[in-house]
């Protein structure tokens, strides 16, 4: 399995779309912090940054990867080793290198700029929000061996979770305002790893906007270190539910 | 040569001689474990009006001493009387009565009594100086009373594990005209500096921190000035209620943080001044509900939650040459209806140009978002907050106005933060703004 990962991040280096990855986080996130002034306006910046491009880049860069190396996996599979530690190698490989983008290229300037515990969150969510993309592009990638349906359902999956899935809660919450909604809120926050990641961060950083009732709430249920091990966790969950389910389907499907 | 000087040291040694009379008017009764009285009460009970009642250090285990008559009293080496839970410690019911340099401690709640550490109860020309009272119910309590002198004591109370009704004010003022608060530092007590119906009054310099609910509270107390003051990590902050005429300038306003704190909190406040104030890391720095004709400039706002919610029972107030900086929201608002003011502020958030380079924006401000009205409708979407969804409403509501309130603009917002020292610059832009709104009426 090592070694199949060995090779898989080798490839990955060798198109160098990582390296320039790298260098645009590295570029951006030290322009922000120079440019906000004060660190915490640096996050609060780099936070929409962390959600809206890495999880787009993680899933493009990762769907079109692994219909890429399709002919290596065909290859793969050709010879007596598990599907499934081919796919776990495969993914393993594009997870590890796009976080290592992002941890050098985000990373490096919070550690300079602001370090502590907030910026280490952001961090860790970075870290995740990546992991949870390529899954899902992988799991895009399994659904379909048409490489342009694979890159639209991929697509499909980051403007839900970027955008529609908060314009739906938007609705939610509006159309039941009379309700308490305190809990249900809750709830929809754990359905989308980018409401979570952005929740996070911002508790420990613009709380005091946050408090309010829902707040003061979230603050009471996130605020203690379980809650937070609770979030991170839900994370996990997140990572580890397509990867899962899309290994599932390799390693059954007909390729 | 020698004449005139002569002459004006006679006169001051007349002087001096009138004035060494006048405060030697009467004995000196010292209380100490060797003297003659050793106890406090004693030695009041003996004393003729005008005599002073000097106490040594120590401890006295004491408690319902009542002063009715005029008396000084006067603790050298830090004395401290000890109530031991039995009870009020001082009751001040006569004119002319000083306290000085005493330490009062330990009285238990007493709901029906209201115990306080110093009560006093229809006097004039009370002078309450220097004084530290620990650990008491109710620290200075004054009622019906009138020239009132509070000046640098410190009031602690303990306020750990207790609920808001267990626990007293520090300073509570009840129908108390004339009195000058100043240089207390108040702390751990229900509300630090407690008004009601009190008329006339300077609050200066004082100190309100970590108090159970406000740092000062103050009800139907018209005609008073707050200044200097400083106020910091209460429960629900500064709560004004009811009341006319009030200057707060020169204030500062800190960490006053949780669900439902408030930097300021006003209701029902008409023709007041608010100026050059601090409002830092607030939830909310100023709350309004039906107050009218407010005007309020020279503040800054820094990183609060919301810098200003204003409802929409507020009529005529004016905000001017206010900084807004780093807060999550500038302005929210209940509802579309704007009678109020907004002119040359700084706003951080500002993203529009100048042309002419006036330092005034070419392009009006709205400080209220659509996001913060959704917040204000719906509490729960807070959850969306900084999410790429609510900006690009926020976006698409700036270009195309249709829910936030049309009339809460900024005409001319500033390029630069107001400098609020006396820099020329200020000045000018104070003396524009000041004959603009002259020429307005």
Not at chain 1, 183 to 205: F, H, K, S
Not at chain 2, 289 to 318: H, P, Q, Y
Request: proline content about 3%; some cysteine.
């Amino acid at each position: 399995m090592n070694k199949i990962i060995k090779y898989v991040l080798l490839d990955i280096i060798k198109s160098k779309i990582i390296i320039a990855y790298t260098v645009f986080l590295l570029l951006l996130s030290i322009g922000l912090f120079n440019l906000g002034g004060s660190p915490d306006k640096g996050i609060l910046s780099l936070l929409n940054l962390v959600l809206l491009t890495v999880p787009l880049i993680s899933i493009v860069f990762a769907t079109t990867h692994f219909y890429n190396s399709y002919e290596f996996i065909e290859l793969m599979v050709a010879q007596p080793i598990n599907r499934k530690k081919i796919f776990m190698s495969e993914y393993l490989g594009v997870a590890f290198s796009l976080s290592a983008a992002f941890i050098v290229g985000v990373g490096i300037p919070v550690i300079i700029f602001s370090s502590g515990l907030t910026g280490f969150y952001l961090v860790l969510t970075g870290v995740f929000i990546t992991f949870i993309f390529v899954a899902m592009a992988f799991l895009a990638s399994v659904i379909t061996r048409d490489k342009a349906k694979g890159i639209g359902i991929a697509l499909l999956l980051w403007f839900y979770f970027a955008l529609i899935y908060d314009g739906i809660v938007l609705f939610i919450l509006y159309a039941f305002s009379d309700y308490p909604l305190e809990y249900a809120t809750l709830a929809m926050t754990a359905l989308n790893p980018i409401d979570l990641g952005r929740i996070i961060v911002l508790l420990n950083l613009d709380v005091s906007a946050l408090m309010g009732y829902t707040g003061a709430l979230y603050k009471s249920i996130f605020g203690s270190v379980w809650g937070m091990a609770t979030a991170f966790g839900l994370l996990l969950l997140w990572v580890l539910i397509p990867v899962l389910s899309s290994r599932r389907i390799f390693a059954r499907r007909d390729l | 040569m020698k004449n005139p000087n002569k002459q004006i040291f006679l006169l001051a040694h007349i002087l001096a001689l009138i004035l060494w009379g006048q405060t030697a008017f009467g004995n000196t009764l010292k209380v100490c474990k060797t003297c003659t009285y050793t106890s406090v009460k004693q030695a009041v009970q003996k004393a003729k009006p005008g005599d002073t009642v000097l106490i040594d250090g120590g401890t006295y285990q004491e408690s319902g001493i009542e002063i009715n008559k005029p008396l000084r009293l006067i603790g050298q080496n830090n004395p401290v009387i000890d109530s031991n839970y039995k009870g009020q410690i001082l009751t001040i019911t006569v004119d002319d009565v000083t306290v000085q340099g005493l330490t009062l401690k330990n009285i238990a709640t007493s709901y029906i009594r209201d115990d306080a550490a110093i009560r006093v109860f229809r006097a004039s020309n009370v002078r309450i100086l220097n004084n530290t009272i620990l650990n008491t119910y109710y620290g200075i309590y004054l009622q019906n009373s009138e020239k009132i002198t509070i000046k640098d004591n410190v009031v602690k109370g303990e306020n750990d594990g207790k609920t808001e009704s267990a626990l007293g004010n520090a300073i509570h003022l009840y129908y108390t005209d004339e009195v000058e608060i100043s240089g207390n530092n108040v702390q751990g007590h229900r509300d630090g500096i407690y008004l009601e119906v009190v008329k006339n009054s300077k609050v200066h310099r004082n100190t309100s921190r970590n108090n159970q609910r406000y740092g000062l509270h103050f009800m139907f107390s018209n005609g008073n000035t707050y200044t200097y003051n400083v106020f910091r990590h209460n429960g629900a902050g500064v709560a004004v209620m009811y009341t006319d005429d009030v200057r707060m300038e020169h204030n500062t306003f800190e960490d006053n943080w949780g669900a439902a704190a408030y930097g300021l909190l006003l209701k029902d406040i008409r023709d007041s001044v608010i100026r050059n104030n601090i409002f830092r890391r607030n939830t909310t720095a100023i709350y309004m509900e039906s107050s009218s004709r407010l005007d309020i400039k020279n503040n800054d706002f820094e990183r609060n939650g919301w810098a200003i919610k204003l409802m929409t029972t507020c009529v005529d107030d004016t905000f001017r040459l206010n900084n807004f900086t780093g807060n999550s929201f500038d302005v929210s608002t209940n509802g579309t209806s704007q009678l109020n003011h907004f002119e040359k502020n700084y706003w951080e958030k500002y993203t529009g140009y100048d042309l002419d380079k006036n330092g005034v924006g070419d392009v009006p401000y709205r400080p209220v978002s659509l996001y913060a009205m959704l917040v204000e409708r719906v509490p729960p979407s807070v959850m969306l907050m900084r999410s790429f969804m609510v900006d690009l409403l926020d976006n698409m509501e700036k270009v195309l106005p249709s829910i936030i309130p049309e009339n809460l603009v900024d005409e001319k917002p500033l390029m630069k933060r107001v400098k609020h020292d006396n820099d020329k610059e200020f000045a000018q832009v104070l003396r524009q703004t000041t004959s603009a709104a002259g020429r307005e009426r």
